[in-house]
C-alpha cells in the first residue's frame, strides 16, 4: 500500500530553531496539500500544489513558512524561527486531478519548547 | 467563506446503539461533501463522500450520510455502532480546491 508518507513522524525543537517536513504523495497524484490541526480542531489549510507550482497559501502561512514542490514529487515544509505557537500537527495529502479526495499521511507533530 | 459546523463534539454511545453526528456547511458554490474518520493512533480516512446525485451516500463500515441541501447539511449516521467505531470524526466541505473541516466529533463507544 503505497499513501501518503511523512517525514519525520514526530519532531522536538527549541523555540527559534529551523525545522524542515517532508511529504511524499501516491506517485499518481499530482495535487498535494499541507494542513495544521492543533487540539481539539479540525485540520486547518496551509498550501496547496499542482504539480511543482504552489497555487494557494492561507493567511495561516507566515512569512516564516515556506513549502516547495520541486520536481512536482515530494514536498517540503519548512519553519523558520519556530515559536510555540507553532506546535501542532502537520498534515499532508495529496489527491488526483480528476478526483475530489484527498488522501492523507499519518503526519509529523511538532514540539516547540 | 467556506465553514463547517459539527455540533456534537463528544458522544457516548452503548454498543449497538444508534448514532447520528450533525454537520451544517455554508458554501455558496456546487459542493462536495467528505466524512472523515480518525481511529486512535491512526491518520485521517475517508468514510464517504458525496458529489452529485443521489443524496443518500453509503461509506465504509456500514457508515452512510444524507446530503440536504435546503438544510445545508450532511448528518452521518449508522444504525449499531460497534466498540470499534470509537474515534473522531470529521466532516468537511470542498471549496476551492482545499478542504474544510469541522471542530471534529470524538465518539466513544462502551462495549
Known amino acids: 500500500d503505497t499513501g501518503v508518507s511523512q517525514d519525520p513522524r514526530h519532531k522536538i525543537t527549541k523555540r527559534g530553531q529551523n525545522v524542515t517536513f517532508r511529504c511524499d504523495p501516491i506517485?499518481?497524484?499530482?495535487?498535494l496539500y499541507w494542513y495544521r490541526q492543533t487540539l481539539g480542531q479540525g485540520p486547518e489549510f496551509l498550501t496547496y500544489f499542482q504539480n511543482e507550482a504552489q497555487l494557494e497559501k492561507s493567511r495561516l502561512l507566515s512569512d516564516r513558512f515556506s513549502a516547495e514542490r520541486p520536481k512536482g514529487s515530494f514536498s517540503t515544509l519548512e519553519i523558520q524561527r519556530t515559536e510555540q505557537g507553532d506546535s501542532a500537527m502537520y498534515l499532508c495529502?495529496?489527491?488526483?486531478?480528476?478526483?475530489?479526495?484527498?488522501?492523507f499521511g499519518p503526519g509529523t507533530r511538532l514540539t516547540v519548547t | 467563506a467556506q465553514s463547517v459546523s459539527q455540533h456534537n463534539h463528544h458522544v457516548i454511545l452503548s454498543e449497538a446503539a444508534s448514532l447520528e453526528l450533525g454537520c451544517n456547511y455554508s458554501y455558496g458554490g456546487t459542493v462536495n461533501l467528505f466524512w472523515y474518520v480518525q481511529y486512535p493512533g491512526q491518520h485521517l480516512q475517508l468514510l464517504l463522500k458525496?458529489?452529485?446525485?443521489?443524496?443518500l451516500v453509503k461509506g465504509i463500515k456500514g457508515f452512510e450520510a444524507e446530503f440536504i441541501k435546503s438544510k445545508f447539511s450532511f448528518n452521518l449516521r449508522k444504525p449499531s455502532v460497534q466498540w470499534s467505531d470509537t474515534a473522531e470524526y470529521f466532516c468537511a466541505v470542498n471549496g476551492f480546491q482545499k478542504l474544510v473541516f469541522g471542530t471534529g466529533t470524538r465518539l466513544l463507544v462502551s462495549p
Open positions: 506517485s499518481e497524484h499530482n495535487r
Open positions: 495529502a495529496s489527491r488526483s486531478g480528476t478526483h475530489y479526495e484527498q488522501y
Open positions: 458525496y458529489f452529485s446525485g443521489d443524496p
